[in-house]
C-alpha cells in the first residue's frame, strides 16, 4: 500500500483502526495493524505537516482511533494525549479497557510506541 498523500493516509489509519476492532481472525488483525504501521510511518516522513495531521486524529469521533493515537502520542511524550486516554478510560466505552492499560503502562514508565521503528 503506498499512501499519496497525508489526507489519505489520515482516513486509511482510522478506517484500518475501526476495522481492525471489530475483526474477529488473528490474520486480520496482523493485516490491519501492518497498514496502521504504514500510514504512521508515512504521516512521520511527512514531517510538520504529517505530524500535525497525525495528532488531529485526537479529537476523531472513533474512541479506538482517539486511543491508538493517543498511546502513539503518549509514548513520545505529549502529555495532552493522557487527557484523551484518561476521557476513555472514565467513559466505559469500547476503548476504555485499552485506555486503562495504555495509561498503567505509562504510570510504570513502561509505555512504548505501538508502532515503533525498527
Known amino acids: 500500500m503506498r499512501f499519496t498523500c497525508i489526507e489519505q493516509a489520515i482516513e486509511e489509519f482510522a478506517s484500518f483502526t475501526e476495522a481492525k ?3 474477529t481472525t488473528a490474520r486480520d488483525d496482523h493485516r490491519l495493524y501492518a497498514r496502521m ?7 512521520a516522513a511527512m514531517g510538520d ?3 500535525s495531521a497525525f495528532e488531529q486524529l485526537l479529537f476523531h469521533a472513533s474512541p479506538h482511533v482517539r486511543c491508538w493515537v ?3 502520542l503518549l509514548s513520545r511524550g505529549q502529555l495532552q494525549a493522557k487527557n484523551v486516554l484518561e476521557e476513555l478510560h472514565q467513559s466505559g466505552g469500547p476503548a476504555s479497557f485499552d485506555a486503562e492499560i495504555t495509561l498503567r503502562e505509562h504510570a510504570a514508565g513502561k509505555l512504548g510506541s505501538p508502532f515503533p521503528t525498527k
Open 21 to 23: 476492532a471489530t475483526c
Open 37 to 43: 504501521d504504514k500510514a504512521v510511518k508515512y504521516l
Open 49 to 51: 505537516e504529517g505530524r
Open 70 to 72: 493517543a498511546a502513539e
